[in-house]
């Protein structure tokens, strides 16, 4: 069964350094998607990217943070310049027809520790 | 602010009985709604989804939804102890899901 995959499982960063998540999508999905879930907390949303553009954002997806398609395959989250509040599970999550009517499917997570 | 509201629990039950989950969300425009299941350090996990009103049945599942009401829920039948976890509701809300806090379900043996 598809699934979508994300690198690395863990990562421990020092604060201030620049992190990249990466995702790889269920191939045929066109909508792409980054969560996160603070320990004990929600699932909140960070962004949604379809046609290689972001198609929305939350408050929390501040100029720290960026997205990108570079190959037509990954999915990558770049959080510029870490802080402790940024650790985190980081999910990413794919769907073919976006939220509306149709299912995301999630990775198993990245889970960030910054110190 | 669009809102998914849900009691965090945790909601204990006995092996065989039946667990209900409820939610209520702000959005009236919202068209979709789901239930994700989640274990503890785990990914959200797909149980149902349902878009129209009324109740949808798979398995020993039945997510019920009333838009007038602005309410879904979710009947686990026969519970199982390998049902505890945390379930969480979430809903369409433009280009992306909003998910609530999440119910935390005990099944004891």
């Known amino acids: 069964e598809p699934e979508v995959t994300q690198t690395p499982s863990h990562q421990v960063t020092q604060m201030g350094q620049e992190v990249i998540l990466r995702c790889v999508p269920i191939?045929?999905?066109?909508?792409f998607y980054w969560y996160r879930q603070i320990l004990g907390q929600k699932v909140e949303f960070l962004v949604s990217f379809y046609n290689n553009e972001i198609s929305e954002k939350s408050e929390i997806f501040d100029d720290q943070f960026s997205v990108e398609r570079p190959d037509g395959s990954n999915f990558t989250l770049k959080i510029r310049s870490t802080k402790l509040e940024d650790s985190a599970m980081y999910f990413c999550?794919?769907?073919?027809?976006?939220?509306?009517?149709?299912?995301?499917?999630f990775g198993e997570g990245s889970w960030l520790t910054v110190v | 602010q669009k809102e998914v509201e849900q009691n965090s629990g945790p909601l204990s039950v006995p092996e065989g009985a039946i667990a209900s989950l409820n939610c209520t969300y702000s959005?009236?425009?919202?068209?979709?709604f789901f239930w994700y299941r989640q274990y503890s350090g785990k990914s959200p996990e797909l149980i149902m989804s349902i878009y129209s009103n009324g109740d949808k049945e798979d398995g020993r599942f039945t997510a019920q939804l009333n838009k007038a009401s602005q309410y879904v829920s979710l009947l686990i039948r026969d519970s199982q102890p390998s049902d505890s976890a945390t379930y969480l509701c979430?809903?369409?809300?433009?280009?992306?899901?909003?998910f609530g806090t999440g119910t935390r379900l005990l099944v004891s043996p």
């Open positions: 979430a809903v369409n809300s433009i280009q992306k899901l909003v």
């Open positions: 959005d009236r425009g919202s068209q979709s």
């Open positions: 999550a794919s769907g073919d027809q976006g939220v509306s009517g149709n299912t995301i499917y």
């Open positions: 191939s045929n999905h066109l909508y």
